[in-house]
């Protein structure tokens, strides 16, 4: 009795620790951060939808690097494609390119000889988001989920891709890997170094600042860039929501919007908005689906058309107002990307750029299945019981 009685007296210490932790940690970080949305950059931007094409250009634009190389990814595995990236790093590095390498503290799955491999070469390897004091639970779950490069400050790249086999279709159980990804040339370049820049100062300096900005010429799309630290995406998405008149396209592998876009999303359908919602009909999480489907259960009684991606998982990270405007980026549509991670998405209406996003859209509503009220009624009772558990847990999906 008296041992179970210990038990119970340690488990509601560590709950209220953890809730305290969490809570103040919060707290803190609203106070002391913000979002921060660029001015508008005129650059040129190519849509790349597929990994294997991702990466045979950002290898290519490696090998012809002249002076730095900036690499940040939240994931980087020690497997067939990484392997290929840490080559090509090391090979600059040892000609004397100065290259930096950035990676989320918890999404580093390189092995030791490979981040030997990486210092002997000379990379300035580094991992962001470490643990601090006093809130060590809250730090735990502040990750930077950012995926930016940077070649010799004139060549950019953003996106939903990490480095990754499972990024290329390589993995059996997701199979093919849908995402989006940018690479940019133009001014916006810029914007890019910069947010690079200030991700790896946190953890060591970068001398020589002045000649990682060379004159960039103008290209004909204008862009804006939105970094944000946990705070402000919430309010930039409601903005665009509140904004339509015709049409919301959301891509996103994850669906577990805050109260305030949940309500905002119905407002949208009940004022005659069409809602496009295309989600992966796989999880890559033992939680998220499920966490999902009670937003969506509403949202579907709302009007809105939810989708399921067959064909392989869906990563793509992208919202599109009236066929106008398009937000991309690494940001997902769920409330770790709004009030967790760090992230950074392009705000663009250039109608070139947004026609190439949508006919991808529409290309893979083709290769989905349409969700209807009817069939989640009649989803098993362990489903039900799984949304319940997972209830608690949204503020962490």
């Given amino acids: 009795m008296l041992l179970l009685l ?3 007296t340690i488990g509601c210490a560590i709950f209220f620790w953890l809730r305290f932790d969490y809570q103040f940690g919060l707290t803190h970080l609203r106070k002391h951060e913000s979002g921060n949305i660029t001015s508008s950059y005129p650059s040129t931007a190519s849509l790349l939808s597929d990994g294997e094409a991702l990466f045979a250009c950002l290898l290519a634009d490696i090998a012809k690097a002249k002076d730095h190389i900036h690499i940040q990814f939240y994931i980087f595995r020690s497997d ?3 392997k290929r990236v840490i080559q090509a790093l090391c090979d600059k590095a040892e000609q004397g390119i100065t290259v930096r ?3 989320d503290q918890f999404g580093c799955k390189l092995s030791k000889s490979d981040k030997k491999a990486l210092k002997q070469a000379g990379v300035h390897f580094q991992t962001s988001s470490r643990i601090q004091t006093p809130w060590i639970f809250f730090s735990m779950n502040r990750r930077n989920h950012r995926k930016l490069s940077c070649i010799d400050g ?15 279709g390589r993995n059996p159980f997701f199979g093919h890997w849908r995402d989006f990804h940018i690479r940019l040339t133009g001014t916006g370049v810029h914007a890019i170094q910069s947010q690079f820049m ?8 970068i001398p020589n600042q002045s000649r990682l900005f060379p004159q960039l010429e103008e290209g004909s799309q204008h862009i804006q860039f939105f970094s944000t630290q946990g705070v402000g995406l919430e309010k930039q998405y409601l903005d665009l929501i509140h904004s339509a008149t015709q049409s919301i396209s959301i891509g996103t592998p994850y669906f577990i919007p805050t109260k305030a876009l949940q309500k905002a999303l119905v407002e949208a359908c009940q004022r005659g908005v069409q809602v496009t919602i295309l989600l992966p009909e796989k999880a890559d999480h033992p939680f998220v689906k499920h966490a999902a489907t ?5 949202i579907i009684q ?3 058309i939810v989708h399921h991606y067959y064909r392989g998982f869906y990563h793509v990270k992208v919202l599109i107002v009236d066929h106008a405007t398009c937000l991309i980026g690494t940001a997902n549509f769920d409330q770790r990307s709004l009030h967790l991670n760090n992230e950074m998405s392009c705000v663009t209406n250039n109608e070139a750029f947004i026609n190439d996003v949508e006919i991808l859209f ?21 489903d039900r019981l799984k949304e319940k558990a997972t209830k608690p847990l949204i503020n962490f999906l």
Wanted: hydrophobic content about 40%; glycine content about 12%; overall charge negative.
């Fill in 362 to 382: 529409q290309r893979d509503l083709e290769r989905s299945i349409t969700i209807t009220e009817e069939s989640l009624k009649k989803r098993p009772k362990l």
């Fill in 154 to 168: 004139r060549i950019g790249y953003i996106g939903g891709f990490n480095v990754g086999d499972e990024y290329l």
């Fill in 101 to 103: 390498l950035l990676i």
């Fill in 80 to 82: 067939g494609i990484g």
């Fill in 198 to 205: 200030s991700d790896f100062e946190k953890v060591e300096a």
């Fill in 294 to 298: 009670p937003f969506i259960i509403t």
């Fill in 6 to 8: 210990m038990i119970i």
């Fill in 302 to 304: 709302a009007g809105a």
